[in-house]
């Protein structure tokens, strides 16, 4: 597992989460957006390590949206 890491959870007065420290949570451009179970947590890393392996293989052609 990674490292911990500190990280925002609000900003500006605004807050999606307040994680308490050891949660896991989801982050968009180092923000905590929500607190995670473990088993989200290792669906999510299972999701995203598929999808990063597609993306990244040989012949993936970008389709522009």
């Given amino acids: 597992a990674p490292p911990p890491r500190r990280r925002r959870w609000r900003g500006g007065g605004r807050a999606f989460v307040r994680p308490?420290?050891?949660d896991?949570?989801?982050l968009h451009w180092d923000f905590a957006c929500d607190v995670l179970t473990?088993?989200?947590a290792g669906r999510l890393a299972a999701v995203?390590?598929?999808l990063l392996a597609a993306v990244n293989s040989p012949g993936h052609v970008a389709v522009p949206g």
Avoid: D, I
Wanted: charged share 35%.
């Fill in 48 to 50: 995203t390590r598929r």
């Fill in 24 to 26: 896991l949570v989801s």
């Fill in 20 to 22: 308490k420290p050891g």
């Fill in 38 to 40: 473990t088993e989200a």
